[in-house]
C-alpha cells in the first residue's frame, strides 16, 4: 500500500527489528546472487502471521525467482544457504513454494528486551528531524455547542499529533474554528430580536444556537429577513463597530465552553485561530489566481476549472462577490507554508469533505505548494439507531457525553472495587470513562462508520480502553505484590529468561511496539496502534492466567515481575499516544 504521505517518511531507520531484518536479508539476497540487479528489487520482511510460519517472514524469494526464472524454492534455499551469521537470528526455514520464515535467537530476543526496557523511546525510531508537521482538527463552529460528531476529529487528530511528536516531528496543532460567514449575519438577527439575556447568561452556547435556529427560521420563511441577515453580515465584514462587537462576544463566549471540553479531553492546541484570521489576505489571493489564469469568470463567478484532475469546477468568488469556505482555506495553506514553511499540512475532518480537500488541494498545486497535503477523512458517528440528526433530536452535546461516560464509570469502578476512598473513585472515573470514549473512536478504522455503544466502550473483558486500564493496573498491582513479599530484592539483578512459549510470544509484541507507532503515523492510524496494544494486553492476560509468578522459583519470578513491567510501561507510553490515561489501580 503506498503510504498517503512518503515526503514524511523518507527516511528508513535502524532500529526496528523489522528493518534491520530487512537489511540483512538484503545482504544475504545479493550475496545468494551477485549477478542480479537489485537496485530495482523490494526485499522486505515482516512480522509473522502466526508462530508457525517463525516469528519474522521474507516472501520475496518468490518474486526473485520469476524475475530470473528459477524455481522460487531453488532461489529461496540458496539464499538460506549463502546466508551471513547473524546473533539474532537463530535459523531460517524454507516453506510453502518458497516462504523463508525466520526465527529469532532466544538469549538475544531476551536481551533486546532489556535494553527496550530501558530506553525512554522502547525502540521506536526518531524520523522526524524536528521537520515541521501542521495538524488541523477538531475546528467547530463558533455560537454552536460541541456535539458527539466533533469527538472524531478532535480524538484522531490529538492522537496523530501525540504519535507524531514522539517520532520527532515538530507538530503545530491548529484549530480551524468556523468564526465567520454568512451564519454571523443570521445570527446577529436573532441576538437583536431574540436574545434571553438570562439564558445567556446561564447557558450562553445553548442561548446563542437557540438565537440562530430561530433567526434561521424566520429567514426559511420570510425573505426580506434573510435580506436583513445578508446586510448584517456585510457591515460585519466592513468592520462595522457594533456588529464587530457582537461577533467578537459571540467568540468569546464559544471559546469559554470549548476549553471547558478540551480541559476534559486533554486536548492542548499551538494555535486557535479562525477563517476571520485569513480575512484580509482574501482580495490578494483572488487577485492572484486571476493573474496566473489558475480562475476565470462564469456567469459572475470566478471559478478554477479543474479538468486535468478531473474534478468538478471550484467557485473562488461567488456572483455576489462573497467569498466561500475554499477561498479561506486557500489563503489559510499559503499563509501556513509562508510562516511555518511545514514539510505537510494534514486535515482531520469528515468524508463530506472529501471533494473540497481534493479541489483545495489541486489549486494549491497550481500556486506552487509543494508540501504534503493530507486528508485524513473518518466515517460519521452513529447511534445503534441511526445516525444523529438535530431534526430528530438525537444529537448528543458533547459535555453530556463525557458526564454520562464518567457516571458509567464511577458505577464500574465502584463494582471492581467498593473500598477504594470517593475521591479516587472520582479520579479512576474520570479517567476510565473519557478513555473509553476515546478509545471507542481510536480502535476503529477512521474510515469506518463507528456505531457508538456503551457496553462495548465500558467493557473489561473486550478491545476497550477499560480492559487496557484494567490489564496496566493488575500488572502494577502483582509488582506491589510482589515487593511487600520480597522487600529487598534487586529486580534488576535478575535477568530476563524466555522459557515458556508465551513469554517468548510476549517478548515479540514488545519489539514490534517500534514497527507498529511509525506505521500508525505513516497510514494516519491510530487504530493500527490501538489493536496492538489490545493483542499485547490479551497476550499478557492468557499468560497471567496460565503460569505462575509470585509462586514461580527464585529468578523465574523475578523474570516474569519484569517482563511484566516492561509491558505496562509500553501500554502506559502506547495509551499516552492515544491520549488515554492508565490509574495505577481500578
Not at 463558533?142 to 487528530?157: C, D, E, N, Q, W
Not at 501525540?162 to 446577529?188: A, C, E, K, M, P
Not at 476549472?305 to 474534478?311: G, M, R, S, T
Not at 494516519?524 to 509468578?549: D, G
Request: proline letters at 5%; one cysteine or more.
Amino acid at each position: 500500500m503506498t503510504p498517503p504521505c512518503d515526503v514524511l517518511f523518507s527516511y528508513l531507520m535502524k532500529e526496528p527489528v523489522d528493518i534491520m531484518l530487512t537489511d540483512w536479508m538484503r545482504q544475504n539476497f545479493k550475496a545468494a546472487f551477485p549477478e542480479v540487479d537489485f537496485n530495482d528489487f523490494q526485499v522486505r520482511v515482516a512480522a509473522a502471521t502466526s508462530p508457525e510460519f517463525g516469528d519474522y517472514q521474507c516472501n520475496a524469494a518468490m518474486a526473485l525467482a520469476k524475475k530470473i526464472k528459477l524455481p522460487p524454492r531453488t532461489v529461496a534455499s540458496r539464499i538460506i544457504e549463502k546466508s551471513q551469521k547473524t546473533e539474532c537470528v537463530e535459523k531460517l526455514e524454507l516453506a510453502g513454494p518458497g516462504f523463508i520464515n525466520i526465527f529469532l535467537s532466544n538469549e538475544w530476543l531476551a536481551q533486546r528486551i532489556e535494553d527496550l526496557g530501558r530506553d525512554a523511546h522502547a525502540g521506536v525510531p526518531s524520523l522526524g528531524g524536528n521537520r515541521t508537521v501542521i495538524l488541523d482538527y477538531s475546528s467547530p463552529n463558533i455560537a454552536k455547542p460541541m456535539h458527539i460528531g466533533h469527538i472524531r476529529s478532535t480524538v484522531i487528530g490529538n492522537a496523530l499529533a501525540r504519535i507524531l511528536r514522539f517520532l520527532g516531528y515538530n507538530v503545530i496543532s491548529d484549530n480551524h474554528l468556523g468564526d465567520w460567514g454568512t451564519q454571523f449575519g443570521v445570527l446577529i438577527m436573532g441576538f437583536r430580536n431574540f436574545v434571553d439575556e438570562k439564558a445567556l447568561a446561564e447557558s450562553p452556547i445553548e442561548e446563542l444556537e437557540r438565537l440562530y435556529v430561530k433567526s434561521y427560521g424566520n429567514a426559511s420563511q420570510d425573505e426580506s429577513w434573510m435580506g436583513k441577515c445578508r446586510r448584517e453580515l456585510v457591515k460585519l465584514q466592513a468592520n462595522d463597530p457594533e456588529n464587530i462587537s457582537l461577533w467578537e462576544k459571540f467568540v468569546k463566549l464559544s471559546m469559554a465552553d470549548f476549553e471547558k471540553i478540551y480541559r476534559r479531553l486533554d486536548v492542548k492546541f499551538d494555535l486557535v485561530r479562525g477563517e476571520s484570521f485569513y480575512h484580509s489576505r482574501l482580495p490578494n489571493l483572488v487577485a492572484d489566481l486571476k493573474d496566473k489564469n489558475i480562475i476565470r469568470e462564469s456567469e459572475g463567478a470566478l471559478v478554477a476549472f479543474l479538468d486535468d484532475d478531473k474534478l468538478p469546477p471550484a467557485i473562488v468568488r461567488k456572483s455576489d462577490g462573497a467569498y466561500n469556505y475554499l477561498t479561506t482555506d486557500l489563503a489559510t495553506v499559503l499563509s501556513r507554508i509562508e510562516e511555518f514553511k511545514p514539510e505537510a499540512i494534514i486535515y482531520v475532518t469528515d468524508e463530506r469533505q472529501q471533494l473540497h480537500f481534493k479541489q483545495l488541494f489541486a489549486i494549491s498545486r497550481r500556486l506552487g505548494v509543494a508540501a504534503g497535503l493530507n486528508h485524513v477523512w473518518f466515517g460519521l458517528m452513529r447511534l445503534p439507531q441511526g445516525t444523529f440528526s438535530t431534526r430528530e433530536g438525537n444529537v448528543i452535546k458533547l459535555t453530556k457525553l463525557l458526564d454520562e461516560a464518567e457516571s458509567r464509570a464511577f458505577a464500574l469502578v465502584q463494582e471492581i472495587n467498593p473500598e477504594m476512598p470517593k475521591n479516587e473513585k472520582k479520579e479512576v472515573a474520570r479517567a476510565v470513562g473519557i478513555g473509553a470514549i476515546k478509545y471507542a473512536d481510536l480502535s476503529q478504522n477512521p474510515q469506518s462508520v463507528v456505531t457508538f455503544s456503551w457496553d462495548k466502550a465500558l467493557a473489561l473483558n473486550g478491545n476497550s480502553a477499560p480492559y487496557l486500564q484494567y490489564t496496566y493496573a493488575r500488572i502494577r498491582s502483582v509488582e506491589s505484590k510482589y515487593l511487600s513479599q520480597f522487600p529487598n530484592s534487586d529486580l534488576n539483578s535478575f535477568p530476563i529468561v524466555l522459557q515458556e512459549p508465551q513469554e517468548r510470544l510476549l517478548a515479540l509484541y514488545l519489539l514490534r511496539f517500534a514497527e507498529v507507532v511509525p506505521l500508525a503515523a505513516q497510514l494516519f492510524k491510530p487504530s493500527i496502534l490501538a489493536e496492538y496494544l489490545y493483542q499485547l494486553a490479551s497476550a499478557y492476560n492468557l499468560f497471567y492466567q496460565n503460569v505462575p509468578f509470585l509462586k514461580a522459583p527464585d529468578g523465574v519470578r523475578e523474570s516474569r515481575i519484569r517482563l511484566g513491567g516492561i509491558i505496562a510501561g509500553i501500554l502506559k507510553k502506547g495509551l499516552d499516544l492515544l491520549g488515554i490515561e492508565t490509574p495505577e489501580r481500578i
